[in-house]
């Protein structure tokens, strides 16, 4: 399984932006589809983005399109999300997450591997 450290979390301003890393340990980065997850206080753990190992397709949620972008660099085993025009509601720990080869999903229970989060809040 990866090991997966997220950075670049912080406090911005309504209508920044931030870039989120996700650097992963390990051979086998290449291989898996990756997403981002977000949770704020007192909800459940929401589905942002994920990108398949090929970079070929990417999904997103309805909340984020147009905002955010995931991307990766499979030579360096990173995982990145550049998130634009951020909103107060975007308030949450941001975590990376490693689903199982060759697949892309917004399911939750399709990722085995997660990193410990990044906080990211945006104020009004």
């Known amino acids: 399984q990866e090991q997966l450290v997220e950075s670049g979390g912080g406090l911005v301003q309504a209508g920044g932006s931030l870039r989120l890393s996700c650097a992963a340990s390990g051979d086998t980065f290449s291989i898996y589809g990756m997403g981002w997850f977000r949770q704020a206080p007192g909800k459940e753990r929401e589905f942002v983005a994920a990108?398949?190992?090929?970079?070929?397709?990417?999904i997103y949620a309805d909340s984020v399109k147009g905002r955010f972008t995931i991307s990766r660099d499979n030579a360096k085993s990173t995982l990145y999300l550049q998130m634009n025009d951020l909103k107060p509601e975007d308030t949450a720990v941001y975590y990376c997450?490693?689903?199982?080869?060759?697949?892309?999903?917004?399911?939750?229970?399709?990722?085995?591997?997660w990193g410990q989060g990044t906080q990211v809040t945006v104020s009004s």
């Open positions: 997450a490693a689903s199982r080869p060759f697949r892309i999903s917004q399911l939750p229970g399709e990722y085995h591997s």
């Open positions: 990108i398949s190992w090929n970079h070929d397709s990417t």
